[in-house]
């Protein structure tokens, strides 16, 4: 029992440090309980409670599955990749289109070669700005 709980608080640790455990942690929780119901029921040798716990974590995990749990990996790295080149030009993920261009003009007075800074610099804010600008017209586009 002990192996499954701390199996369970692994997951947990993953999916938090993904970000997708804190906006489905009741569909995940409820999902986890039901689980390590049915994995006690089953080791203690009551087979259809087991089987009837499983059910009813299944059945849970389904009707509240309207919230998507894990995002498609491509999803996932580009979310660090947003989440990186916002870090790196100092806004918020979702920032708007104006407020990064203000963002990547103010970092490239210090970054450009010839203010001092390196090409690697200026190259590493324009990708960012880039690839936030990119993201925020989509975000427009969808209405998201």
């Known amino acids: 029992m002990l192996l499954a709980v701390l ?3 692994a997951l947990a640790w993953w999916l938090h440090r993904e970000g997708v455990l804190l906006p489905n942690l009741l569909r995940l929780g409820g999902a986890a309980a039901a689980g390590l119901l049915a994995f006690r029921l089953l080791t203690s040798g009551r087979i259809v409670l087991a089987l009837a716990a499983a059910a009813a974590g299944f ?3 389904a009707w509240s599955g309207k919230a998507k749990i894990l995002p498609a990996s491509r999803d996932i790295g580009q979310t660090r990749q947003l989440a ?32 001092g800074g390196s090409d690697a610099q200026a190259q590493a804010l324009t990708d960012a700005r880039d690839l936030l600008v990119a993201a925020a017209e989509k975000r427009r586009e969808t209405g998201r």
């Open 84 to 115: 990186s080149a916002a870090k790196l030009l100092g806004v918020p993920a979702d920032a708007g289109s104006d407020v990064i261009w203000q963002a990547w003009r103010r970092a490239m007075a210090t970054a450009h070669p010839d203010a």
């Open 59 to 61: 059945a849970w995990w």
């Open 7 to 9: 199996a369970v608080a």
